[in-house]
């Protein structure tokens, strides 16, 4: 799925050393049953890149929506036990919407959580509080699930990026739901900017988007 890019106003940005681009590609899902898991990640409606068989090695790679990684699990891929990866991390930009799309497809999932203490994301115990987190903030509100193995998947809300964590002159969106989030958040932003100025603003579709260019570029957002 292609992403939808908004760039800012910016001409100037600062200089960074020559350094090769790394991107994460592909993690390996350790699994015992290959048509299981195949079944159970397409089931998510994750994109099926490849599924490669020859001799005694097989080769099945899915992608999530909107991720630029992908997953790979088959035979003669990794020696990591069947379920023993834990922790993988999926972005939404709304952890309750996706834990209803989770649940409506027939997965067992956690109900919103936050942490109590730091690291209880990563173990369920008595550090998860339940709900999202206060105020909404990001990076704060979780869901996990399983796949039949046993491998844990732990689905973060990020509706606001950290600084440097996005490209100063661009901002992009991975999927449609994304952006709307994201435009919906403005428009809300907006509401109040308008009651604390007492009018309306007919400059909006500029202040829309300097609310969400600066809002995941981790900014001061605009008032």
Known sequence: MSSVDVSSERSSRTLEPDVADMKL???????????????????????????????????VQLTPPGSG??????????????????????VVSDVEAAREELVALGVEVSDVFHEGARGARFHDTDGRLDGPAPDGKSYGSFVTFSDPDGNGWLVQEVTTRLPGRVEEDATSFASASGLASALRRAEAAHGRHEERIGHADANWPDWYADYMVREQSGEELPT
Do not use: K
């Open 25 to 59: 590609e592909v993690v390996i899902v350790p699994v015992s049953d290959i048509d299981r898991a195949s079944e159970f990640y397409g089931g998510l409606g994750w994109r099926l890149d490849a599924n490669v068989a020859a001799d005694d090695f097989r080769l």
């Open 69 to 90: 990684c992908s997953i790979q699990f088959g035979t003669n891929l990794t020696s990591a036990a069947p379920g023993s990866l834990q922790g993988l991390y999926l």
